[in-house]
């Protein structure tokens, strides 16, 4: 069974920083691409980063400048670092994969900035 648990979510004033943790089990974790995605309310859910088993990143262009992604494979752990945050960034974020050709979710961590 695949396992993605996010953790690191709250509330904070625009322009403050969070880090979101996703623990994953259940796979080989240092060969998987995993990311971050987010959904606010009545939109749709949109990938914010990414990250590959060699270590190249990608972000959507809202996000770049302000947002690292990266990973720790000896605690099979990818991470989210989000510096000066906005409040156009409030949103459930879940932490991704692709498993057997089926996407695996973790249950969504809330982020809330307030202006």
């Known amino acids: 069974q695949v396992q993605l648990v996010e953790s690191g979510g709250g509330l904070v004033r625009a322009g403050g920083s969070l880090r979101l943790s996703c623990a994953a089990s259940?796979?080989?974790?240092?060969?998987?691409?995993l990311g971050w995605y987010r959904q606010a309310p009545g939109k749709q859910r949109d990938l914010v980063a990414s990250?590959?088993?060699?270590?190249?990143?990608r972000y959507t262009d809202s996000v770049k400048g302000r947002f690292t992604i990266s990973r720790d494979n000896a605690k099979s752990t990818v991470y989210l670092q989000m510096n000066n945050l906005e409040p156009e960034d409030t949103a459930v974020y879940y932490c991704?994969?692709?498993?057997?050709?089926?996407?695996?979710w973790g249950q969504g961590t809330q982020v809330t900035v307030s202006s």
């Open positions: 259940g796979i080989i974790f240092s060969v998987k691409t």
């Open positions: 990250i590959t088993g060699p270590g190249t990143t």
């Open positions: 991704w994969t692709l498993h057997m050709g089926s996407n695996a």
